[in-house]
Structure formats: structure tokens, C-alpha cells
């Protein structure tokens, strides 16, 4: 009796536990609105499976280093830097998300689900990566051309009711402290200076307007912060000619980089700097490495060429104690650094207690805008969206039709016994949906085709043990006995059965790409919920049945 | 209770002359066609550029065919999909496929200009592009060619492991049957081999494999039970025994792949049609080349004495002897 009981907590559990992983649940999203075009995050509430490119429509790129035009001496690094420039771009497509991967010694793989526009796809590979320094409006222009702004967009019939006002006090400085820029001097006595910035909150309050409510002023003169719920509709502000107009003469507005920090805090910074480039990457940036310094913790070391040294400390001279951007393909990346002293040639910039990790990515980011990284595409697949509809359709009604097929054949054949095994056979459906759901691996449609087959497939270690149950039977056995050991006895076959399924699909794992890996997982999945379901589940049936009917002389099988 | 195949006792093995024929007859015409003019392989495998538009009003086939080589696309081959608006281009000739090494995007981006200036950017919509580099092409096709080997030794080990090796090698003998059987299946169908297919094939491999141990599993139970029975009565027996199991895992198993077939859609279709015939090939196989195939290998390399594992010397009786000597049918009780 325990044991069935055991037997019954253990299924009851698993199946609360796959409910639960299928559970719709709330995320966030970035989609399209459909009446602006721009990009915005929305929650939605869904059941977590993910969808594959070839469901969702969009673009698959592998992409190589382009040694055509000369050897690149160092792919390791090139790819790096490649990988940065790339992940910076893809930023701007507002893509949902985004896979880049590095595959190999030498091949970066990117995903754009919901894009099927080629021609942009090729714009992520075609220009190199464009790095400028530029320093951060000290002088806070933005904020007097505010009001002129939010009149001017009245005037054209957006008004605050339109948007939605932001409440101050919840949010938080992303990125904390700004780094600190200082120079590397001989003698090393570097001063570090606590940049640490009033509570941003506080500041919130006494606005009113259509754009100046969206906007948080940040931690230095010239930063701002946007909620994510609102940066398509500041950016689709920023892009109307009223606007622009009124933008201070000089300057331009950049949005920060969407890193870590910013998916964090759920705010994406935006800057106004000055219009002139006192850096360029590609002219005056001879290289960057990161390091750790005993006292000033991670850092990033730059060299400059003697051109770039010439006019860095022309214009660092100028600007001691303001910030400065570093901004690549237009996108402000990390917190602009204070510039503290006079920088010739060489430079640093301290983390101020961030991750090493950071000052590498920060490193990267000016070796991308300094080498630049010739790229080739070597493999595109695009797919419309509408594809993917019509596959998800096919998909579902080949689903329906095998299922009920497979049920019909189960019931006719073996009757009651049947009955049971379409119970194993539903919980097994659900138990593959929940390991497909909690691996995160993506429903491709080979995953649909290799799902819909292996319904068909799992009910065969139930064959293997029924018609050894009628063989008992036929021997004159007690029911009890015959159900016994024809589980018992069927149990070789089913294993080794398993076993060379598992070997296929992890080899076809192994070999595979996209989509037929995602005929892999589904299969791999299918097995491991198979052997629990038709064996595990099913006899639990059956010995739940046989107490219950303890005298019980003949088996519905 | 509803029984199919109960209690048969079909000499299976004795037929085995009757299903090399009919297998040589399938297999044959098919690689010779092979041999002669090979198969098709997919964009994947080659390298090359396909693409699926979507016209707004049906246009000529020739005047596609003539607007691409004009615009120096050599011998893309233009097939309707679907229906007469959707056209499949596809451009794997060599050249072509070289002019990609250096982006494989280019041949796409060629297509696109010229049908845009012919008909306008708005009479077409690209629906799917395929761009594959030729490194990227010759890579898979190594990778597919690996796995089919590696998956061949996995199995073979495992089922040495698991029986012993003379039954993993005949379960192997049958499968590469099935194999070549698919394969000449795919020729008259004019299937390309994709990735997909190749799936599909490893899929059929599994499946086999599946249907040979379960058959030997029972082999290896009733080599134990049946210490005196040739080893001849034994296959028969066993096969019988596990027909029914055969059979209703091969329908329910047909009958998620003819769903696949009537409600898949043009891309899983291929991948539907090399698996159903496989699947039928393989449980044919199961039953009329595993059998014959050990019994043969079990008389080539009889097991010597004292060796593990079940098939005793006296076991390996001619069939026209046991015969004459057991009289019993095969399989009743």
C-alpha cells in the first residue's frame, strides 16, 4: 500500500511541477507598437516555451572574419571585438531577443527573431564599428530647452494626457558611481575622487510636460534616464522635426548603451553631449587592455597615437572635472568617465570597484572602434513571420490528428488498458512540453515534426508490455501475476530500446544546427518522459486498479 | 480481447529468398539511378541561394527564368511552391556558389535587384532566403556523413555490450539495408537530401534498431527457455511472438507520420515521406533480414566452447533438419 502511495506522490509531484514550469507567466517583451512602429517593453503573459526562428520569422546569420584583404593576426581578438561591435548594433534593431553566439574557433552565429529585412541584417556588418570620444554637456542645455519642447509638442497635440507621467522616488542611479578618467603619471599618485551623485529621485518632481516627464535627470549634467516602457516614445519624440529644432545648437542626444546595468535597473540612460569628436577611434586610438592596479583596482590602460596625444590634451586641459563619452556607433557605452587631469598619449580609466569583467568589455569596446574587424557573412536564412504562422498551423493540426489517431488505436485495441496508457500518454505530453519549457530549449518545427512522431513512438513500451500481459494471461497466469511480469519481463527490451533512441538523438545533437537540434531536444525530451510515463506511470494504474478489485479474474487488456 | 497476429507461426526465415529478391528489386534500378546520375543535395550541402517569393499576380515562369541569367545568375533552377503566386529560386551552381565565399548574402542581394527592376519591389515579397557559403556547405556535409558513421558505432557498441557482438552485427546489416533502401526510396521520389532528411534517416536508424533488440531481446529469452530448439525454430518463434508488438507500434507510429504528411506543410513533407518509408522498410527488415542475417553470421562464426552467451553448438542445425526432427509448429503451444 505505501508503495503505491509513494508511487502516486512522486507522479503527483512531477506533474505539479511541469504545470507549474508550463505555467503562463508574466515577462517582458520588446514588441512593435503597432501604431507608433517603435519599439517598446511590454508584459505579457504566456506559457514559457520559446519559440524557434523558423516559427517566429527573422533572420539567422553566421558570420566569419573577413581574411581576404590581408591576414588578421589575431582572430581570437578580432572575433571579440567583432562580437562587441555587433551586440552594440544589434541594440538598435530593437530586436526581442537577440542571440549572439560564438560557434567554434572562428564563426559568430546572430539570431534576430522578428526581422526579416536582409538588407538591415547586412547593415550589422557591412560598416565598421565607428568609436568617438565626445565630452558630456556640462553645461546642461537640455534642461532650459525643456519647456520649449513640451510646448512644441503640445502645439502638435501630444500632451501629458497622452503620456504617461512618471512618478519619482524609485529610481535608482543604474550604473551607481561614475568612473573616474585620470591620466597615468609617473609618479602614480593618482587622487581618487568620490563622484557618488545625489539620489536622482529627488530631483524628479516639478515637471510637466509631454517629454520632460519621461525624462529623469541622472547623476552628471547631461544624463538622463528613461524607463524602458517609454524609450519608443522619447526616441520617436527626438525623431520629429519640432523637436530637433529645438534641440541645443552643438549638441547632440545619445542613447546609453543597453547593457547589464540598464536591464537591471530597467532605465536606459540617454545623454546630451557636444557635437564635436575630440577622439576617433580609427584615426587616434592606437590600443586598450584591461588591468588591475593594487590601489586603484580594475582598470582600463589606452594608448593614443601622437596626433590623438596632441589633441587630447588640448582638450582635456579644457574640460577637467566635466565627463567624457565614449561612444560606439552612436551609443554611449558604460558611465562617462570624470576627467581629472591633463591626458597626453596615454591614458586610464578606473572602474572605480566594478568587475573586472567590465573594464575587459570596456577595453573591447575601444579596440573595436580602433582595429576595425572586416566581417562576411557566410550563411543567411531569413523567414517571414507569415511563414512561421502557417508552420505553427500545420504543426498544431498534424498534432491533433496524430494524437487522436494514435488514442483511437490505443482504445480499440486494448480497451480499459488502452484507457490507461492514453493517461500515460497525456501525462507524458505534458512532462516533454516542461522539460522543452525548462531547459529553455526553442519549439522549432522539426522539434514540432520529431514531438508529433515520438507520440507515436511512446506508446510502444506499453505494446512491448501488454502483449507480454496477454502472453501471461494466455498461460494461465492470475492477473496479478500476468501484470507483474510483464512489466517485469518487458523491461529489458524497453530500456535497450531507449538507450539506441537516446544515442541517435544525442549524436544528432552533436552534429546538427538550429533546427535539426531542435528535432534532437524534442526527441531527447520525448525519451526521458516516455520511460516515466508508459512504464512508471501506467503500472502505478494498474496496481491502483488491482487493489481495488483484489479478486479481480480478468484484465480489459 | 482484440487481437491481431495472436499465436502465429509464419516460417519467416524459410521466405528469406523470396524477400532478397524483392528487396534486390527495390534496391537495385535505385543505385543504378544513383550511380548514374546522383543525388540532389540541398543549399545546406552545397552551398548556393534559395529563395521563396511571393508574387502579387502570377508572372511567367520564363520571364523570371530570363530576368535572373540576364542579370548574371546561372542556371537557378525556378520551381512554383505551392501555389502558381509562390515561385522557389534556387541558384547552387558552382559558380554561384563561389561568387558567395565572399559573403553568401550576395547572390540573394542579386536576385532581389533584378526582380526589382523588372517588376517593381512591390509585385514580390521574399518570403524565405537561404544564402550558404561554400566552407559552411562543405563542413555540414561532413558533419551529416559523421553522424551517420558515429551513431552506426555507438549502436554497435551498445548492442555488443548489451547481447553480444554477433547480434548487434546483424541488427546493423539490416539497418544499413534500410539505409540503402530509404536512399534508393529517395531517389525515385526525387527527394534533396537536406539536413532534415538526414535527420530523418537517423530517426529511421533509431527506430530500426529499436525494432531488431526487441526482437533479439526476446531471441535472448528464448535461448534460455529453449535450450534444445535450433536456432532457426528460435528466430521463428521469437519473430512471431513479437509480431503483434511490431506491428501496432509500426501503425501508431505511421499514423503520426501520415498526419505529418496531410497537415505538415511543404517543408516537413520530405522529412514525412523518407520516415514513413523507412519505418515500413525497417519492420521488414526486422523480420526478414535481422533473422536470416544472425543465422548466417551464427554459422559463419560458430561460438566456440565455453564462450558466454546463449546459442549452443547443437542449436546450429540446418533448417531441413530441425525440421524433419522437431515437427512441431513453430510457436504453438
Known amino acids: 500500500m505505501s508503495n503505491i502511495q509513494y508511487r502516486v506522490a512522486l507522479i503527483v509531484a512531477l506533474t505539479l511541477a511541469s504545470v507549474w514550469a508550463l505555467w503562463p507567466r508574466t515577462v517582458k517583451e520588446r514588441r512593435r507598437n503597432p501604431q507608433t512602429q517603435a519599439w517598446e517593453y511590454v508584459e505579457v503573459k504566456r506559457v514559457p516555451l520559446k519559440l524557434g526562428l523558423d516559427l517566429e520569422g527573422g533572420i539567422h546569420l553566421a558570420l566569419e572574419v573577413d581574411e581576404s584583404k590581408g591576414a588578421v593576426a589575431d582572430k581570437a581578438d578580432a572575433l571579440n571585438r567583432a562580437e562587441t561591435v555587433v551586440r552594440n548594433r544589434i541594440d538598435q534593431f530593437g530586436v526581442a531577443e537577440p542571440v549572439v553566439q560564438r560557434v567554434g574557433e572562428d564563426r559568430l552565429i546572430v539570431e534576430l527573431p522578428g526581422i526579416d529585412d536582409p538588407e538591415r541584417a547586412e547593415a550589422l556588418v557591412k560598416t565598421s564599428a565607428f568609436l568617438q570620444f565626445q565630452i558630456v554637456d556640462e553645461a546642461n542645455t537640455l534642461e532650459r530647452a525643456l519647456p520649449r519642447i513640451d510646448a512644441a509638442l503640445k502645439a502638435r497635440g501630444v500632451d501629458l494626457t497622452s503620456a504617461t507621467p512618471r512618478t519619482g522616488g524609485d529610481t535608482a542611479t543604474p550604473g551607481g558611481l561614475a568612473d573616474l578618467l585620470t591620466p597615468s603619471t609617473d609618479t602614480g599618485t593618482n587622487v581618487v575622487q568620490d563622484t557618488a551623485v545625489a539620489d536622482t529621485g529627488l530631483i524628479a518632481g516639478g515637471r510637466g510636460g509631454a517629454f520632460s516627464n519621461l525624462l529623469q535627470p541622472g547623476g552628471m549634467p547631461g544624463e538622463y534616464f528613461v524607463s524602458f516602457a517609454d524609450t519608443g516614445t522619447v526616441r520617436q519624440y527626438l525623431e520629429m522635426p519640432e523637436v530637433r529644432a529645438l534641440i541645443p545648437p552643438g549638441r547632440v542626444i545619445r542613447w546609453g548603451a543597453l547593457d547589464e546595468n ?31 592596479d593594487p590601489i586603484e583596482g580594475n582598470l582600463v590602460l589606452f594608448e593614443l ?64 572602434g580602433s582595429l576595425p574587424v572586416p566581417l562576411k557573412i557566410v550563411d543567411v536564412r531569413t523567414l517571414s513571420a507569415s511563414l512561421g504562422d502557417d508552420a505553427i498551423a500545420q504543426g498544431k493540426r498534424a498534432g491533433i490528428l496524430g494524437v487522436t489517431l494514435v488514442v483511437l488505436i490505443m482504445i480499440v485495441y486494448y480497451r480499459f488498458s488502452g484507457a490507461l496508457a492514453v493517461g500515460g500518454l497525456v501525462l507524458y505530453v505534458l512532462i516533454t512540453a516542461a522539460i522543452l519549457a525548462g531547459f529553455d530549449a526553442a519549439l522549432t518545427l522539426p522539434g514540432i515534426a520529431g514531438f508529433v512522431l515520438s507520440i507515436g513512438m511512446a506508446v510502444d513500451a506499453n505494446f512491448l508490455i501488454f502483449e507480454r500481459i496477454r502472453e501471461e494471461l494466455v498461460r494461465g497466469k492470475t492477473v496479478r501475476t500476468a501484470v507483474n511480469e510483464g512489466f517485469d519481463h518487458a523491461f529489458s527490451a524497453i530500456i535497450d530500446t531507449h538507450v539506441t533512441t537516446a544515442l541517435t538523438a544525442l549524436i544528432l545533437y552533436q552534429v546538427g544546427t538550429g533546427a535539426v537540434r531542435g528535432f534532437a531536444v524534442a526527441l531527447l525530451a520525448g525519451i526521458a518522459a516516455s520511460l516515466f510515463s508508459a512504464v512508471f506511470v501506467v503500472r502505478t494504474m494498474f496496481l491502483i486498479w488491482l487493489n481495488r478489485r483484489r479478486g479481480a479474474l480478468t484484465l480489459s487488456i | 480481447m482484440l487481437r491481431i497476429l495472436h499465436d502465429t507461426s509464419i516460417d519467416f526465415i524459410r521466405l528469406w529468398r523470396w524477400s532478397t529478391a524483392l528487396i534486390a528489386l527495390l534496391i537495385i534500378p535505385g543505385a543504378i539511378l544513383i550511380a548514374i546520375s546522383g543525388f540532389r543535395y540541398s543549399i545546406e550541402f552545397t552551398g548556393g541561394t534559395l529563395m521563396q517569393l511571393e508574387f502579387r499576380q502570377a508572372p511567367a515562369i520564363a520571364d523570371v527564368r530570363s530576368t535572373l541569367s ?55 515579397r521574399v518570403v524565405r532566403t537561404e544564402g550558404v557559403g561554400p566552407r559552411v556547405g562543405g563542413e555540414l556535409r561532413q558533419r551529416a556523413v559523421l553522424a551517420l558513421i558515429v551513431s552506426f558505432a ?12 554477433r547480434f548487434g552485427l546483424a541488427a546493423i546489416v539490416a539497418t544499413i539495408h534500410d539505409i540503402i533502401a530509404s536512399l534508393a526510396f529517395m531517389k525515385y521520389m526525387n527527394l534533396e537530401i537536406s539536413l532534415f532528411v538526414v535527420g530523418a534517416i537517423l530517426t529511421v536508424i533509431g527506430y530500426s534498431l529499436n525494432d531488431k533488440v526487441v526482437v533479439f531481446d526476446r531471441v535472448r529469452e528464448n535461448l534460455k527457455l529453449h535450450r534444445k530448439m535450433s536456432l532457426y525454430d528460435l528466430l521463428n518463434r521469437s519473430i512471431n511472438e513479437t509480431l503483434p508488438r511490431t506491428v501496432m507500434t509500426g501503425s501508431t507510429t505511421l499514423a503520426t507520420l501520415l498526419a505529418l504528411l496531410i497537415f505538415g506543410g511543404e517543408v516537413i513533407r520530405p522529412f514525412a515521406w523518407v520516415l514513413t518509408f523507412g519505418i515500413i522498410i525497417g519492420t521488414f527488415s526486422s523480420i526478414y533480414v535481422a533473422g536470416p542475417v544472425l543465422l548466417w553470421i551464427e554459422r559463419k562464426w560458430p561460438r566456440k566452447a565455453g564462450e558466454k552467451g546463449g546459442v549452443a553448438h547443437s542449436q546450429l542445425e540446418k533448417p531441413g533438419e530441425a525440421k524433419r526432427r522437431d515437427r512441431e509448429p513453430v510457436g504453438s503451444r
Open chain 1, 262 to 292: 540598464a536591464r537591471r535597473s530597467g532605465f536606459r540612460p540617454l545623454y546630451v553631449l557636444e557635437a564635436r569628436t575630440i577622439i576617433r577611434g580609427d584615426q587616434h586610438l592606437k590600443d586598450a587592455r584591461p588591468s588591475t
Open chain 1, 305 to 368: 597615437t601622437n596626433e590623438g596625444g596632441r589633441r587630447f590634451a588640448l582638450e582635456t586641459g579644457k574640460h577637467i572635472g566635466d565627463n567624457l563619452a565614449i561612444v560606439l556607433d552612436d551609443v554611449v557605452m558604460g558611465t562617462p568617465p570624470v576627467i581629472q587631469d591633463v591626458i597626453r598619449t596615454r591614458g586610464q580609466i578606473t572602474m572605480r570597484g566594478k568587475p573586472l569583467q567590465e573594464a575587459q568589455d570596456l577595453a573591447l569596446v575601444l579596440r573595436a
Open chain 2, 70 to 124: 540576364d542579370a548574371g545568375v546561372r542556371d537557378a533552377e525556378i520551381q512554383t511552391f505551392g501555389s502558381p503566386n509562390e515561385f522557389v529560386v534556387r541558384a547552387q551552381d558552382e559558380r554561384d556558389v563561389a561568387a558567395q565565399a565572399m559573403g553568401a548574402e550576395s547572390v540573394a542581394q542579386q536576385i532581389r535587384r533584378a526582380l526589382t527592376a523588372r517588376f517593381g519591389a512591390d509585385a514580390y
Open chain 2, 154 to 165: 555507438a549502436t554497435l557498441v551498445y548492442l555488443a555490450w548489451r547481447f553480444e557482438w
